[in-house]
């Protein structure tokens, strides 16, 4: 059989609310998930024993391939089906990693798509579901990879009509953990961020046909609970966005997941890729992509 291909797409969340911390020290969100037109892509060669080999201009970032996602994903998908067919896989790794878009949740999410390719499973099995939850909080919607309002843990998806916006996402090239940007925001057990008032004030996110300016409007009224937390751990967070913010035609911009890409929405493509120019010139040590978000 010859080799199968998938792509892991960047997420980018648009709007990130905290609502609180559960008693199992795990903590409910809120957030708007776009996917950009960037990814790492994986290979899978059906066959033989399960390993990965990684290559690409960040294959070094992704240090030991033991602890990648896109193993723990195979294996635990091994474990849920009886006799899985599996493979050598091989990523392309492009985009930055503890970079708060997603990436290697993207790549394990790109596995078990591959997986469910190679075994004949639809990625409505229950089975799936449940390793894509125990892979990360994010591969549930990477599995998906198209735009969802997700709540929960990452487990409850609707589906959104977003448009295609034109974008700029930009990583200064350094790590942020999330679990230590979670440690900064500092909630305790059982505490609530966003009271019950709050929740019913929730947006209502624009429906089909609604426009970067509908959507704007709407996403300016919520913001990413973790932009400050990160900060504080990576003051560099706060460069990046007013080089974005200092764009012209910029229409949003602010941090993704917990850092430390940040992200600035325009309302052209010819806006995005001039400011994406600029802000490589003056920052050549950055990662930089003009593009778009859908």
């Given amino acids: 059989m010859s080799a199968l291909i998938e792509e892991g ?7 990130l609310r905290v609502v609180g911390r559960r008693a199992d020290g795990y ?9 950009a037109d960037c990814a790492d892509r994986l290979t899978l060669e059906p066959g033989g024993e399960l390993k990965l080999t990684t290559t690409g201009p960040l294959a070094a970032a992704c240090g030991d391939t033991a602890d990648n996602l896109v193993l723990k994903a195979a294996k635990l998908l091994a474990e849920a089906v009886p006799g899985l067919k599996l493979g050598a896989f091989a990523l392309d790794k492009v985009l930055p ?6 990436g290697g949740s ?9 997986l469910a390719r190679l075994n004949d499973l639809s990625l409505d099995d229950p089975r799936i579901q449940k390793v894509a939850l125990a892979t990360g909080a994010d591969v549930p919607v990477c599995l998906l ?7 929960g843990v990452g487990e409850q998806l609707l589906p959104l009509a977003l448009p295609s916006m034109p974008c700029v996402m930009v990583n200064p090239r350094v790590p942020v953990a999330t679990k230590d940007v979670f440690q900064a925001l500092g909630l305790r057990n059982g505490e609530l961020l966003v009271g019950v008032t709050d929740v019913i004030r929730a947006p209502a996110w624009p ?5 970067i300016s509908d959507w704007v409007e709407v996403l300016d009224t919520v913001a990413n609970d973790l932009e400050a937390p990160a900060l504080r751990i990576e003051p560099v967070i706060g460069e990046v966005l007013d080089a974005l913010r200092d764009s012209a035609g910029v229409k949003l911009a602010r941090m993704s997941g917990s850092g430390a890409t940040c992200f600035a929405i325009y309302g052209a493509s010819e806006e995005a890729h001039a400011a994406a120019e600029t ?15 859908s």
């Fill in 9 to 15: 797409r960047a997420k980018v969340n648009l709007s």
């Fill in 27 to 35: 903590h409910d969100l809120e957030s708007v998930v776009a996917f």
């Fill in 97 to 102: 990693v503890a970079a708060g878009i997603g």
């Fill in 106 to 114: 993207a790549d394990a999410a790109a596995a078990l798509r591959l």
């Fill in 145 to 151: 990879s198209r735009a969802c309002d997700m709540t």
């Fill in 207 to 211: 429906g089909e046909g609604g426009s």
């Fill in 279 to 293: 802000i490589r010139r003056d920052h050549p040590g950055w990662w930089v992509h003009a593009g778009t978000l």
